[in-house]
């Protein structure tokens, strides 16, 4: 009996394993070619950033995509995240100073802050705000975005215009930050997928649907609105919280509108709605961006041009509604689930 | 015996419009109550009313010797008033199985943190789920749909999966806003045993509007008539159906069912 038990035990969680020691390989990997020198640490920071971005977008997707709120102001919650995480290692603790041993903790704790914060914050925007719909709640999470930035710029313990330098650098390049920055994006996905596929999830899909019909069928629509609003916030407040660590040295401008709508565009490009869609898009046109560097000048006209013969070609975006299927929870009677699964587009 | 469903002197009035004017009907469990009126009477505002759809100016809802008035929308269902809509609103870009899962939210409950761990209990729990919406759908022979996306069904199999789903939120009250529209005369002939064949295997009391006569006559108890937000008539079928004011306010003067 007991060694049924056990087995049933492997059965389930094996998938997880799996996934975790995938990641564990992948990171290796990565390393070793660093260490060869065929990677160069400036590709190496590119992956890092092109996960900060699949993070930030699949908080993204849950509003937008999974709970249909239209909101275009996600720089504003990795600018909270940033700042805030910021603050607790260099301004609450001599991060530098503190024994190799307690490091990982107080990094761990100011991720976690800056996700709080950001959370704080897509509460206190998301509870009012989701009062109006459609275009108008876009305009007022695109204000908010800039309303935090300004008033970052005001506050002269973080740096004020100036930016905050010299914040340390502990998920960066050299000090093995792909661990974290991986740590936290498969984090992120796991709890992201198992949020979608739980009933909260279904209730921000209704949401999406048909307001008035879930309401009926007993939803209640608000709480699940700002809960998604808050929980994407979370994911980019964390993403922010990492950018500071990588970079060391955060500034008002990094979080501009300008960043929200890359969040946007990554989210659309790929597919809105679901998972895959946030991943392949956020990797994608990162790693897009990049190539196109030696251009110059040219590269935003050339990336324009991507956009937009995508959006003829390929108009619901690369993944189109299918999600990647390790994705989809495994349910017993669901031998033959649909690929589109909850999510639906 | 205290009524399921006592409805006293409710109105509502839209700026100078007063579209409902002190309506009121009484049900017993089991029973089947059905509305009629003529276009606009007013019909589908009182069901609005009876959801938490459309706040009542005036009067009250008494469910189960409760008040409702002023709770939201979802409140009235957790009390366990369920309804479907005159024009279809399943969650289109949903399959059928989803619709229905959505529909159990109310009896879905773990914490916020299990459920992003998806623990063994959630997992579990999401699987009776699964389980327990198949069987809904079973029921009411749609299992075939399960995996299906809602707006490519059928008519008829849409109007009966938005009855799934009333169902599936357990109610103890059903709403059927015109479940015969857009029906031939043999499909409301099925529609009539169906109703009966719900009341009595889902245990429900239930509260129709239609304008098919056969389908009213043949299944309810009780009929309220309205026209032009006011209650014209009421009383069993065969009453009604005679009552020289109910005609008239259908037929005009001189016609005859």
Redesign the interface.
Known sequence: MKERNANAGIR?YAPMIGVAAAVVVFYLAIEYLRQARVLTPYYVQILMFGLLNCMVTLGLNLINGITGQFSIGQAGFVAVGAYSSAAVTTLLFEFNKLPATLQPLVFLFAVCVGGFAAGVFGYLIGRPSLRVKGDYLAIVTLGFGEIIRSLIRYIEAVGGPRGLPGIPQYAGVRGGGLAWVLFFFTLTVW?LR??I????G??C??CR??E??????????TTYKVQAFIVGAVTAGAAGALQAHIIGFIHPDQFSYVRSTDFLVYLYAGGVGTMSGAIIGAMSLTIVLEILRFLADWRLIIYGVVLVLMMLYQPNGICSGKEFPFLI?K????A???K?G?T?? | MTALLEVRSLGIRFGGLQAVDSFHCRLNQGEIGGIIGPNGAGKTTIFNML???YPPTAGEIFFRGENLVGR???G???HGI??T?QNI???????AL?NI??????K???G?FP????T?A??RR??E???EC?SILERLSLAQYA?H?ASGLPYGVQRRLEIA?ALA?SPELLLLDEPAAGMNPQEVDQLSKTILWIRDEFKVTILLIEHHMQLVMGVCDHVTVVSFGKLLAEGKPDEVKVNPVVVEAYLGKGGKF
């Not at chain 1, 596929?197 to 909260?200: A, C, G, P, Q």
């Not at chain 1, 879930?214 to 629509?221: I, K, Y």
């Not at chain 2, 899962?101 to 109310?106: D, G, N």
């Not at chain 2, 459920?115 to 998806?118: I, T, V």
């Open positions: 389930r709890f198992n949020y596929y739980s009933f909260r279904r209730a899909v209704s649907e048909d008035l019909a879930a309401e009926t069928m007993g939803v209640n629509t929870p349910l017993k009677a669901a033959k689930s649909s589109a909850v639906g587009r | 959801t938490g759809i939201p929308i979802h009235f269902t957790e369920a309804r809509f609103r399943l969650f289109k870009e949903l399959s989803d899962k959505i529909a159990r939210h109310m879905v409950k773990y916020f459920g992003l761990f998806r063994e959630v997992s999401e699987n789920l699964e389980e198949l995996r996306k789903r939120t």
